[in-house]
């Protein structure tokens, strides 16, 4: 009885390791690996294991800003099981990234969260920390504006308008200033917003033009001097890219 209530109240109890098949992903690649469970001193019933794909975004609120959890997907890895003495069992696992998966350059983290469901005791839980790479059309556009003389600047994942919102509450902005090229001296930065798909990419571009004489400060002033721009590309668009992008830009720049 004594070890008993030493397991529920997490004394003595299993412990669980999640261990991937690598650690670096791009999105909509698909995650293998396994979970290790190891039985502690008494016999225990686990109800199930999941697998929670997890990141976090930037919710702002009256000017202050606060840092939000969100869940990307869940994976069950298995049902009901029992684990003994100092048994240890192995289960495999595999799931797809989902393609909004942010990619983790910024302050951009993601990682995968084990839980064990065992009634009437502090759940153990593991945290794996992933390499989130682009999506090879993302890396496409990133390349593109770089050729063009952009530099990324800053990622951050943040809350996103009603308007931008497709499954998750927030959205990643890539943030980029022109370092040399034809924008430089015309644009003060180029944001862009990357929804992918298994067809293409729909891409939000937030054109900011740099102030130029008194009517582009006053345009600037009143936060006139931003323009939103949607932009989409596929596959076969992979060698124009670079073109189609500046002919995009200039013709809102």
Request: aromatic letters at 8%; hydrophobic letters at 40%; a negative charge.
């Amino acid at each position: 009885m004594f070890k008993k209530l030493l397991s529920s109240i997490g004394i003595g109890s299993a412990t669980v390791d999640t261990k991937l098949a690598k650690a670096q992903y791009a999105q909509g690649e698909t995650v293998e690996g396994v979970v290790e469970i190891r039985g502690g001193s008494v016999e225990q019933h686990i109800d199930k294991i999941d697998l929670a794909l997890v990141t976090t975004y930037i919710r702002e609120v009256d000017d202050h800003k606060f840092e939000e959890k969100a869940v990307l997907a869940r994976h069950k890895v298995s049902d009901s099981l029992t684990i003994g003495p100092n048994e240890t069992k192995t289960i495999p696992f595999r799931f797809t990234l989902p393609y909004d998966t942010p990619v983790t350059l910024g302050s951009s983290k993601v990682w995968l969260q084990t839980g064990l469901d065992i009634q009437m005791a502090l759940d153990p839980q593991d945290r794996d920390y992933l390499t989130i790479e682009p999506h090879p059309l993302v890396t496409a556009f990133l390349e593109a504006a770089h050729q063009l003389g952009f530099r990324l600047h800053h990622v951050q994942c943040e809350q996103a308008p009603r308007y931008w919102q497709r499954r998750l509450p927030f959205v990643q902005e890539f943030e980029f200033r022109p370092a040399s090229g034809a924008f430089r001296g015309r644009l003060d930065e180029l944001e862009a917003i990357f929804f992918v798909s298994e067809h293409g990419v729909e891409t939000i571009l937030e054109i900011d033009r740099k102030a130029r004489g008194l009517a582009g400060l006053l345009a600037e002033a009143l936060d006139m001097d931003e323009t939103l721009v949607r932009f989409t590309y596929g596959p076969n668009d992979l060698a124009s890219l670079p073109q189609l992008l500046a002919n995009a830009i200039h013709r809102y720049s």
